[in-house]
């Protein structure tokens, strides 16, 4: 079974603080994504990488980076958070092809205050 | 971008019953796929069935089938015999045939009345 695995399932951060959400994927797909959650908006595009060191932004990407060093891991990264990035943040992996489906890691519910 | 629709924030369906969620979509290529997901409480996301644009057979997976319809652009998730643990939000994805992106509906929140 293909595994993503996001480091925390709950993150509680302060206003200005850096934050880092870790994303790690077992089954060596090219593609890695960060999505953010919000209710009545679906899911939202922040970043995507297609292979290590290269990443494309996606819908959002205002007050977020990323960082893909090797294959098999994705960071977002929060400069500066801020309340308004409070949210369900969802990390997903695929192959390069077509029909291959996302698989999605559980989820961090991060809360900035 | 292509865009997804999915129109019904809420359903609910009896425990036994079949429902029918929609799903519409925009687009201009010819060779695409389409991806209906499962979201529990669990928040864990679940691929549920998906559908190649080029084969016109509807896609089956056990008690999920869909009703894909190209040139309506439409692609509807029908689960029959609903279960207590079908209650979910499921969400319905288009992936074209180039690009890395998938493109995600805002979501039906599916309630199971036992």
């Known amino acids: 079974d293909v595994k993503v695995t996001q480091s925390s399932r709950y993150l509680v951060k302060r206003t200005g603080e850096k934050v880092f959400l870790e994303c790690v994927q077992d089954m060596d797909h090219e593609n890695m994504f960060w999505y953010r959650q919000d209710p009545g908006l679906g899911l939202r595009l922040i970043y995507f990488?297609?292979?290590?060191?290269?990443?494309e932004k996606g819908d959002i990407p205002e007050g977020y980076s990323v960082s893909r060093e090797k294959k098999e891991r994705f960071s977002l990264i929060l400069e500066s958070a801020s309340t308004n990035q409070t949210s369900m943040y969802l990390c997903?992996?695929?192959?390069?092809?077509?029909?291959?489906?996302?698989?999605f890691g559980n989820g961090t519910r991060l809360t900035v205050t | 971008a292509q865009t997804v629709t999915q129109s019904q924030p809420e359903m609910s369906v009896q425990e036994a019953e079949t429902v029918t969620l929609s799903c519409t979509y925009d687009?201009?290529?010819?060779?695409?796929?389409l991806f209906w997901y499962k979201q529990p409480p669990s928040r864990q996301m679940i691929l549920v069935i998906r559908?190649?644009?080029?084969?016109?057979q509807n896609a089956t997976e056990n008690r999920f089938s869909v009703n894909f319809q190209k040139a309506a652009k439409s692609f509807s998730l029908k689960i029959s015999d609903s279960q207590l643990g079908d209650a979910a939000m499921y969400f319905c994805a288009y992936r074209g045939n180039t690009g890395n992106q998938f493109y995600f509906g805002t979501g039906t929140s599916l309630t199971v009345i036992p």
């Open positions: 997903a992996s695929s192959f390069w092809t077509p029909n291959s489906p996302l698989h």
């Open positions: 687009t201009s290529e010819s060779d695409y796929y």
């Open positions: 559908q190649e644009a080029y084969k016109q």
């Open positions: 990488s297609y292979d290590v060191k290269m990443k």
